[in-house]
């Protein structure tokens, strides 16, 4: 079967070209970035996921010229107490906030760094960061087990190898937003669930306004502190777009169509962590009864 005239011009892209897929269904567009074509699908990165997007689904698209990012680090180096009192709840300050202010366009990558973080018992802590537009992700929950870290510095990187250990000592280093399970919900100001699992999720935002760290600890009989503060690393820009004209697509019967353009196989990752969450919560009530 031949491409539809769509999939030849997305398919003379280069791979990582910067593009907006304007689609049938339910999502109109969506943010890709274009790594191959197949036989009938393109394949690409959307929203941080590895996706695959039938032809058939694709109306147009719009190519994002590069543009020069521009990086920018924040700081607020007031130092987190972990918990503000006794050894369960809330740390101080809650939120811990970073005001960004000045900067142009969206944004294309957040970082975030964790200075001087100690706790006597690491998996007690669970961290969530809050973008000005309420968008949300978890950066550590339930890591590190009993496993005491003194003035680790940690940054979170959706690029990094691995995540944080579940039950192994953690070092110094550049990890994957991590969440193995939250066994007790952040409290007010904090916002509900359901939360992000990657830093992607602030992709293509208004980076300017309060950023907020939410730092909770689930158990007691431990404690912590972040004595560096935390900083914000947001590199964005402002590209210009050219418009490419829809083609209209010709009617055609494909042997397999996907009627799902995007498939992040949310299910499966969700069912994977749910069963996670309910060994690890079986294990942190042994834990607890013991402190």
């Given at each position: 079967m031949k491409f539809c005239s769509i999939c030849d011009r997305l398919c003379c892209l280069n791979s990582g070209a910067s593009i907006i897929l304007f689609l049938k269904g339910p999502s109109p567009s969506i943010p890709f970035?274009?790594?191959?074509?197949?036989?009938?699908?393109?394949?690409?990165?959307?929203n941080g996921r590895r996706i695959s997007v039938n032809c058939n689904q694709i109306i147009?698209?719009?190519?994002?010229?590069?543009?020069?990012?521009q990086t920018n680090t924040v700081t607020n180096a007031t130092a987190i107490t972990i918990p503000e009192t006794g050894t369960e709840g809330p740390a101080s300050p809650y939120p811990s906030p970073i005001i960004v202010s000045g900067l142009t366009g969206t944004i294309l990558k957040v970082t975030v760094t964790f200075n001087n973080l100690s706790h006597t018992f690491p998996g007690d802590i669970s961290a969530l960061l809050v973008g000005p537009g309420g968008e949300t992700v978890i950066l550590m929950a339930t890591a590190g087990d009993g496993f005491e870290v003194e003035n680790v510095t940690?940054?979170?990187?959706?690029?990094?190898?691995?995540?944080?250990?579940e039950n192994a000592q953690i070092v110094s280093g550049t990890y994957q937003p991590t969440n193995y399970g939250i066994f007790t919900p952040f409290t007010p100001p904090a916002p509900d669930p359901p939360y992000g699992a990657t830093l992607s999720?602030?992709?293509?935002?208004?980076p300017n306004g309060q950023w907020n760290l939410f730092i909770f600890d689930q158990f007691g009989g431990d404690i912590g502190s972040m004595a560096g503060g935390w900083a914000l690393t947001i590199t964005s820009c402002e590209p210009r777009q050219i418009q490419v004209p829809q083609n209209k697509i010709r009617k055609q019967r494909l042997s397999s169509v996907q009627r799902n353009a995007v498939n992040p196989l949310t299910e499966v990752e969700r069912a994977r962590k749910q069963r996670k969450a309910a060994r690890l919560k079986l294990l942190k009530a042994k834990q607890i009864k013991g402190f």
């Open positions: 970035t274009f790594i191959r074509c197949t036989k009938n699908c393109v394949i690409g990165i959307s147009g698209f719009t190519v994002t010229r590069p543009c020069t990012p940690l940054t979170f990187d959706d690029a990094a190898p691995t995540p944080l250990p999720v602030f992709n293509r935002t208004n």
